[in-house]
């Protein structure tokens, strides 16, 4: 469930963000990276894999192109999509890289002593 809200809050910072506001080429490209790669780490820690994380985010990078093609001064295309799903990439990596192992949890001896 966490996972989900911090995915929900990326989500509205999102939209907060693009709310009309065009950055030169070389800054909106770096934004949609860095955005990307926290959206694949988020994707892939609340799923649970890297392979759904990717998907989704490849499914979102792929929405967002179309949603931009409707928006001037927006660059479109196959090459900002291969950029954020490296991202993505980038982040599912490291993201089930730093998940830390479930704790074991403690073995109880079902052997009573006879009375």
Known sequence: ??????????????????????????????????????????????????ASGLALAAWA???????RAFVPGHEVGIVPWLFTLLAAWVGTRLAVRVRREPPVPPVFSQDFPAA
């Open 1 to 50: 469930m966490r996972g989900l809200l911090a995915i929900l809050a990326l989500a509205g910072a999102w939209l907060y963000a693009t709310g009309g506001v065009i950055l030169p080429a070389p800054l909106g490209t770096l934004a949609d990276v860095a955005l990307y790669l926290l959206l694949g780490a988020l994707l892939a820690r609340w799923t649970g894999g890297r």
């Open 61 to 67: 990078s792929a929405v967002d192109q179309v949603h």
